[in-house]
């Protein structure tokens, strides 16, 4: 079982992490961080597509595999846990920079 998936969202607190490190990069490290986040929710949306796909099949008799259901729909858990933790903390981020005095 493939599960790269759920590692690969690594990338997004990477490209964060080089922020801190090379200001004189802005530009590319939003243009990472952006494409970082839109992959995180294509991928997402895709395991939420594949667990709604298992399941229906298991709801139509056309597999008997429950435990390949269960760990797609868990999988998709997972990963959409994951992007709302993602955006929360990139909210509260925004939202600290807005408070600081200029």
């Known amino acids: 079982m493939k599960m790269d998936g759920l590692y690969n969202q690594g990338s997004l607190v990477q ?3 080089n922020a801190i490190q090379k200001p004189a ?16 929710v294509n991928e997402t949306n895709m395991l939420q597509k594949q667990a ?11 597999t008997d595999n429950i435990h390949n259901v269960m760990i797609a729909q868990e999988k998709a858990n997972i990963a959409l846990q ?18 600081m005095p200029v």
């Open 15 to 17: 490209t964060s992490r």
């Open 25 to 40: 990069e802005q530009g590319k490290i939003f243009e990472d961080f952006y494409k970082a986040a839109i992959g995180m």
């Open 52 to 62: 709604e796909n298992i399941s229906l099949d298991f709801a139509m008799g056309k």
């Open 82 to 99: 994951f992007t709302v933790q993602v955006r929360n903390n990139v909210l509260e981020a925004y939202r600290e920079i807005m408070r």
